[in-house]
């Protein structure tokens, strides 16, 4: 019984596999509207001239016929890349044109006679280009970057810091940098690498490299507290200023990593003499007027002193 059963499945199973085969055949012999994407490049490229906006990669075709073909497009043998002469699209001023009208021709001659094109998905690609100029640029970070509270950015730093880019001379005269793509980062507590996309540049081509590293090294605050001497500044060799502190309190907020260059003999806290008071009855202005570099703030605690003016001719 189940030696029988097994007979009939079988039988019925090659039937429904005929069947099915006959119905696939149909099919593929009816005649389909269908979209493919083919690579577009331009060759025959002179060595001295360089590609500074180049063609889409690729593009839309549609195009109509019977199933067996379009299915040897999708899988069997694919619609190889379209190569455009540079010679035969480059215009002047650096600007070549390619026409869709143009790509409907070449790509006829590459499909089966039966194949019919119905459209291309654009009327025109521009090209751009460049007879060997360059110019070295500086690479810039764009963007925003912060710390979070009680941390600072000790410090950027963007690898490589330069470029060299192509372009024609017009268009040298308004690019002196490449930007990288905003980068924005918030709430930083200690420091990242990132890899960063270089910002196109429309008719210019960034030689070597499309992205750009970027470091940020983020640093503990901490706060101290030094004494800095006063020191009079531009008084006549005549007259003499004493300040009472002789020395002041300055407020330094410093990364950690930079203790050591908190040092009182690197600030300079003055009484100038181009500040003096027209009347004797308030304290004397003083001012910070250098700290050293790695400082992030640094006020005074205090902004006068008592002071005693001497004449020394007297």
Do not use: C
């Not at 079988?10 to 069947?19: A, N």
């Not at 699209?89 to 499909?111: E, F, N, P, T």
């Not at 918030?186 to 750009?212: M, P, W």
């Amino acid at each position: 019984m189940l030696h029988l059963w097994s007979k009939e499945f079988l039988v019925f199973l090659s039937f429904l596999m005929i069947s099915t085969l006959f119905w696939f055949m149909s099919t593929l012999n009816d005649t389909y509207e269908t979209e493919f994407t083919v690579e577009l490049k331009i060759g025959n490229i002179p060595e001295h001239v360089v590609i500074t906006e180049d063609l889409p990669e690729s593009f839309k075709i549609t195009v109509k016929d019977k199933g067996f073909n379009l299915l040897r497009y999708a899988y069997i043998n694919p619609i190889p890349p379209l190569t455009i002469s540079f010679g035969a699209y480059s215009g002047a001023g650096g600007h070549g044109v390619v026409k869709s009208s143009d790509v409907q021709k070449m790509m006829g001659r590459r499909l089966s006679e039966s194949t019919k094109i119905i459209s291309v998905k654009a009327d025109h690609w521009d090209f751009y280009y460049a007879y060997g100029g360059q110019k070295k640029v500086p690479v810039q970070v764009k963007g925003k970057i912060q710390a979070m509270s009680d941390y600072y950015v000790m410090r950027t730093t963007v690898s490589p810091d330069s470029v060299v880019i192509y372009a024609t001379e017009e268009a040298f005269d308004t690019i002196n940098v490449v930007y990288t793509e905003p980068l924005m980062l918030h709430d930083l507590s200690s420091s990242v690498v990132v890899q960063q996309r270089l910002q196109h540049i429309y008719g210019a081509k960034i030689e070597g490299t499309d992205t750009a590293k970027v470091s940020v090294t983020v640093d503990r605050l901490t706060e101290v507290m030094i004494s800095v001497p006063v020191k009079p500044v531009n008084w006549p060799d005549n007259i003499q200023i004493k300040t009472f502190p002789a020395k002041v309190s300055v407020r330094v907020s410093v990364g950690v990593s930079n203790l050591r260059t908190v040092k009182p003999e690197l600030f300079t806290v003055v009484a100038d003499y181009r500040d003096l008071p027209k009347n004797s009855h308030g304290g004397f202005p003083i001012k910070l007027i250098s700290q050293p570099k790695g400082i992030v703030r640094a006020n005074l605690k205090n902004s006068e002193v008592d002071y005693v003016i001497e004449n020394l001719n007297r």
